[in-house]
């Protein structure tokens, strides 16, 4: 039988490619930027211990904006050069010398909100109604003022920065371990060809309808972090303590309270999700029950847990169709919305195809003053148009944000960035549960969409709550060695999933290939993004255009005021539990409909 190996990066034809030509002709020109930064600093400098007037701190601002526009570009081409392929030296080499540059430049800007917080409130919004131009910074100068407890002298502050490299070793080195020099050996496919299983094709060989080939990738992908166990447990331990340190050098309760404050998220949100997701753990064990039912198994283990319960359904989906089939299901936004996405698809903003040495996974990223770009892995599964959707809300968030928002808001918060792409992916969904004739086709989409749900919030939940269990046993003094670890998620994993899975020990490891947990309390906003995208959803299906404009707003608002207010002028309101409990409404509903097929 044939062995199938990965292509290289050459091997990938370019309409396939991101063109990152665009932010930079040549490593080069990049190179040439790099250089200017010291140069580019020392304007920042300039204003260390002048910010005492609206004239000089409206300059002092702009000044600051325009070389963190520079620092960004620079920091984010390097990063996608290397996340193309990890093996190439030189991109290695700029993402580490960037990497610096960034640290130094944090270090450089450490002073200014500093010395924003030596002037009072009142000296602060004096400046801003006298001094024209400043008005653009009211949103940026009031949220420093908010954090005014926080914020240490410009010494302090100084020395934070300039340690932040350190503090993001962790994370560095788990990204080389999983993307680089981690090696996983082959399994034969259920046509009986060889494959090498790698961090980008492991969720595809997951989802095979073959249960041997699930159980050999499962195996095979979890016995290389068992052998490095240990190292993975001190990262994330190391990681974890990072995070205290900076709580706690910034005068925060804790680290979970430092990370919604950047934010100015409640903590309530977040103990609120955790709450109403166990409200509905019992329907998800149902889930859990009708999926081994449906796959006529005697054990439902957790490598079970990815492949589609309809294995009949004809879901290949190539990347041409791919792109048609979404236009078609986002047509409630608009012929606007869809002009703009469509025109980005075919302008270089997607890497579409899995080669040696990219990273795994998916994302979207960019900065202000380029175009939005999507990293795939696409394999021609219906999986992967899902993907698409979800990263092109993102790419759109980002598109209208930049377009219509000056540098400082350009960027829109955590708290926000899965909004945008779950109503992508719902929007789909429920277009394609719509027009499709072929009812195992259906069932399929119907499994797929109570999937959602399972790894949006019950999933992304289950790592929230690991995330502020493991950080509290740390606050508390308690020592994070592996077998705690591992205890931890043992003992969520058979919370959430009840009697029906059988928890098998290799998954107790599975934290560590989530890098997510090396950026602490970001997933809980996948599952409050998802809720908040099934009220975007239904308001846009109920109200057509009055709500898609509100919609388009909300894309179009940055970060132009707090994430908590720019979705209730939206609509949609966050403060409280219920848009999380309305969307788990839906959940039950699919799982009862796919019930009745089962009885």
């Not at 949103?139 to 908010?146: A, D, S, T």
């Not at 290389?224 to 990262?235: C, I, R, S, V």
């Not at 999700?273 to 009708?290: C, D, G, S, W």
């Amino acid at each position: 039988m044939a062995t199938i190996k990965q292509k290289k990066r050459s091997e990938i034809p370019a309409e396939f490619k991101w063109k990152l030509e665009d932010i930079f002709a040549t490593n080069a020109d990049w190179q040439k930027g790099v250089d200017s930064i010291p140069s580019e600093i020392a304007k920042i400098e300039a204003f260390r211990g002048k910010l005492k007037d609206g004239k000089t701190l409206l300059e002092g601002l702009k000044t600051y904006h325009n070389v963190a526009n520079l620092v960004f570009k620079l920091y984010v081409y390097a990063n996608m050069r290397l996340h193309e392929d990890s093996n190439v030296s030189e991109s290695q080499g700029m993402a580490n010398v960037i990497a610096s540059q960034y640290a130094k430049f944090l270090a450089a800007v450490s002073f200014i909100t500093p010395e924003i917080l030596e002037l009072d409130e009142a000296t602060v919004k004096g400046f801003i109604e006298t001094t024209a131009g400043l008005e653009v910074y009211t949103q940026y100068l009031n949220n420093i003022l908010r954090k005014k407890a926080h914020t240490l002298s410009a010494e302090v502050e100084g020395i934070l920065a300039a340690v932040s490299e350190i503090g993001d070793g962790a994370k560095n080195i788990n990204d080389m371990l999983t993307d680089a020099d981690m090696k996983f050996a082959s399994i034969t496919d259920e046509n009986g060809n060889t494959v090498e299983v790698t961090s980008g094709n492991f969720i595809s060989l997951m989802e095979s309808s073959n249960r041997r080939v699930r159980e050999d990738t499962f195996n095979t992908f979890y016995d290389e972090f068992w052998k490095l166990k240990n190292t993975f447990a001190a990262m994330l331990n190391a990681s974890i303590k990072n995070d205290i340190f900076v709580a706690r050098t910034k005068k925060y309760d804790s680290a979970r309270g430092a990370s919604l404050n950047t934010s100015n998220i409640p903590i309530s949100v977040y103990d609120n999700l955790i709450q109403a997701v166990h409200e509905f753990l019992p329907v998800m064990h149902r889930y859990m029950a009708l999926r081994k039912k449906a796959l006529k198994v005697d054990e439902l283990h957790m490598y079970d847990l990815y492949t589609p319960i309809v294995e009949e359904a004809d879901t290949k989906m190539p990347y041409d169709e791919a792109k048609k089939i979404l236009v078609e299901g986002l047509e409630p936004l608009g012929k606007a919305y869809l002009d703009e996405m469509s025109k980005g698809m075919e302008s270089g903003w997607i890497d579409v195809y899995n080669n040696e040495g990219k990273t795994g996974g998916a994302y979207a990223w960019g900065t202000y003053g380029t175009s939005p770009y999507v990293l795939l892995n696409y394999s021609d599964k219906l999986g992967d148009l899902f993907t698409l959707a979800h990263e092109m809300g993102h790419a759109m968030h980002s598109f209208y944000s930049r377009s219509n928002q000056p540098m400082v808001y350009s960027s829109y918060t955590t708290f926000l960035a899965e909004v945008a792409s779950t109503v992508n992916e719902t929007l789909l969904m429920e277009h394609m549960l719509k027009t499709t004739t072929d009812p195992k086709i259906r069932m399929y989409l119907l499994g797929e969409y109570i999937e959602q749900f399972r790894t949006t919030v019950f999933r992304q939940t289950m790592f929230a709550e690991f995330e502020h269990i493991l950080h509290t046993m740390a606050e508390e003094g308690k020592p994070l060695i592996l077998d705690t670890i591992n205890q931890v998620y043992r003992d969520l994993n058979v919370k959430y999933y009840g009697a029906d899975v059988v928890i098998d020990e290799k998954i107790d490891l599975e934290w560590a290939r989530i890098s997510h947990f090396y950026r602490a309390f970001y997933v809980f906003q996948y599952s409050t993004g998802y809720s908040a995208a099934i009220a975007f959803t239904k308001r846009i299906k109920e109200m057509g255009e009055p709500a898609v404009k509100d919609y388009l707003e909300f894309l179009k608002s940055g970060s132009s005021d707090y994430s908590i207010n720019i979705l209730k002028k939206a609509g949609v309101d966050m403060s409280t539990p219920e848009p999380i409990r309305e969307a788990l409404k839906v959940f039950e509903s699919l799982v009862t409909e796919m019930e009745k097929t089962y009885q």
